[in-house]
């Protein structure tokens, strides 16, 4: 389901280039990604599931506050689905790989099978060189769609005082970063987090 509303939503905008970057997105596996190593919907499918509830949450955030309008909407579609584009990674390799961990030999199992870690249960693949996945969401984007200057803006700054551009933001925010940024932040933080008492 996740899957069908997020290819509806790209192809929606119309931009030239989007089915060939949805064609690519499931030659790698965008759709079954993890998310996370560890926290946010470390699991399979996280990615996309993450990536529609930043989605709902920029539709709530800008709505109240009244910035919400047609002219906007593609922005908002391609910068909430695309910003953890990065995160299922590229070159034919995945970002997240299982955590496999070694049990514990004893006498009886001297050879016991490996399984996935449940307190982590990925790690990032050491065969995939690694690059920020802000940047890597917009290399990858930009090679099938036409990003706007602020979507690209938006997409490499969106972790905000979290990310590696700390520095560049103070000063230079932007209304659909910040929209991108909250959104993505109350996702991962409120909704996606079963700690808070969160629903």
Same mark, same amino acid.
């Given at each position: 389901?996740?899957?069908?509303?997020? *290819?509806? @939503?790209? *192809?929606?905008?119309g931009r030239e280039g989007i089915d060939d970057l949805i064609s690519y997105m499931e030659e790698n596996d965008f759709f079954t990604s993890p998310c996370s190593t560890r926290y946010h919907l470390a699991e399979?499918? /996280?990615?996309?599931?993450? &990536?529609?509830?930043v989605y709902e949450n920029i539709l709530r955030i800008? !709505? /109240?506050l009244g910035v919400i309008n047609e002219d906007q909407m593609n922005s908002f579609i391609i910068v909430a689905l695309l910003h953890d584009l990065g995160k299922m990674g590229q070159f034919g390799? +995945?970002?997240?790989? +299982?955590?496999?961990?070694k049990g514990r030999a004893t006498k009886a199992n001297p050879d016991p099978?490996?399984?996935? &870690? $449940?307190?982590? +249960?990925?790690? !990032?693949?050491?065969? @995939?060189r690694y690059v920020d996945h802000e940047v890597r969401s917009v290399a990858i984007a930009s090679r099938f769609i036409e990003?706007? $200057? $602020?979507?690209? @803006?938006? %997409?490499?700054?969106?972790? /905000? @005082?979290?990310?590696?551009?700390?520095? $560049? %933001?103070?000063g230079n925010e932007t209304p659909l970063y910040m929209l991108l940024h909250f959104a993505d932040l109350w996702a991962a933080r409120v909704t996606e987090d079963g700690s808070n008492g969160a629903e």
């Amino acid at each position: 389901m996740n899957e069908a509303r997020i *290819k509806e @939503l790209l *192809k929606n905008t119309g931009r030239e280039g989007i089915d060939d970057l949805i064609s690519y997105m499931e030659e790698n596996d965008f759709f079954t990604s993890p998310c996370s190593t560890r926290y946010h919907l470390a699991e399979e499918g /996280g990615l996309a599931t993450h &990536s529609l509830n930043v989605y709902e949450n920029i539709l709530r955030i800008a !709505s /109240g506050l009244g910035v919400i309008n047609e002219d906007q909407m593609n922005s908002f579609i391609i910068v909430a689905l695309l910003h953890d584009l990065g995160k299922m990674g590229q070159f034919g390799k +995945p970002n997240y790989v +299982p955590n496999m961990l070694k049990g514990r030999a004893t006498k009886a199992n001297p050879d016991p099978e490996p399984k996935q &870690s $449940e307190a982590q +249960p990925y790690k !990032s693949n050491p065969d @995939l060189r690694y690059v920020d996945h802000e940047v890597r969401s917009v290399a990858i984007a930009s090679r099938f769609i036409e990003l706007t $200057e $602020e979507e690209q @803006l938006a %997409i490499l700054w969106h972790n /905000g @005082l979290y990310g590696p551009f700390k520095y $560049e %933001i103070q000063g230079n925010e932007t209304p659909l970063y910040m929209l991108l940024h909250f959104a993505d932040l109350w996702a991962a933080r409120v909704t996606e987090d079963g700690s808070n008492g969160a629903e």
